[in-house]
């Protein structure tokens, strides 16, 4: 299936620890983005790639650090959890190449992150 | 000012019946718009993008207002599945890779 697949789906970790969520995508495209949807549904950027560079890094703490081996994969590492980090993450994908202005977003189906 | 406003409803309709939602941005050199629809604990998925001229998918027509910076979603003959959680999506000239979200409107269709 082409598809946005992240990994894990849940995660459920204490204050203080450090965890990472991966995405990859198979549909060829060329930016990738993290998005937080916190407890009131508001969807916030957090980072975006193309082709491996950072392109859009929100005001975001540094223990977020995004990761893009390649322009298929794009993960999340968390240093030092806090409470407030709680939220389900959202990777997602776009074509940026040639007259893509109309080109939407696709999601994966979201990590939720609970730190107790 | 948030970039993108919509209310948030919830919007509580019978089967059958129309319903309307509306969304504002609020730059005007907005490029490209969506509408998103998101189930509960689901990711969001794409509805339908929505064009300058208006466009329909079946019971769905979207319209774009660039002169009062507003787009439109109208559901028609509303269904028990269309329940669910609507974004209005806004990507900006200037910002080709950025995409502002509205905080949704959530639509009930009752039986």
């Known amino acids: 299936d082409t598809a946005v697949s992240q990994t894990p789906k849940y995660l459920v970790t204490q204050m203080g620890n450090d965890k990472s969520i991966k995405c990859e995508q198979n549909l060829g495209h060329d930016t990738m983005y993290w998005y937080k949807q916190d407890s009131k549904k508001f969807l916030k950027i957090m980072f975006s790639?193309?082709?491996?560079?950072?392109?859009i890094n929100e005001t975001v703490p540094n223990r977020f650090s995004p990761k893009s081996p390649d322009k298929a994969h794009l993960n999340l590492h968390i240093n030092s959890l806090e409470l407030g980090d709680s939220a389900v993450y959202f990777c997602?994908?776009?074509?940026?190449?040639?007259?893509?202005?109309?080109?939407?977003?696709?999601f994966g189906n979201g990590t939720r992150l609970t730190v107790t | 000012r948030k970039e993108v406003e919509q209310d948030p409803g919830p919007f509580n309709v019978p089967e059958g019946a129309t319903v309307a939602f509306n969304c504002t941005y609020s730059?005007?050199?907005?490029?490209?718009f969506f509408w998103y629809r998101q189930d509960c604990r689901k990711e969001p998925k794409l509805l339908m993008s929505v064009y300058s001229s208006g466009n329909e998918d079946g019971r769905f027509t979207a319209q774009l207002n660039r002169a009062s910076q507003y787009i439109s979603l109208l559901i028609r003959d509303s269904k028990l599945s269309d329940s669910a959680t609507y974004l209005c999506?806004?990507?900006?000239?200037?910002?080709?890779?950025?995409?502002?979200f509205g905080s949704g409107t959530k639509l009930n269709v009752k039986p």
């Open positions: 730059n005007s050199a907005s490029q490209s």
């Open positions: 999506v806004v990507n900006e000239r200037s910002n080709f890779n950025k995409f502002y």
């Open positions: 997602a994908s776009r074509s940026r190449t040639g007259s893509s202005y109309n080109s939407p977003l696709h």
């Open positions: 790639y193309n082709n491996k560079e950072l392109i």
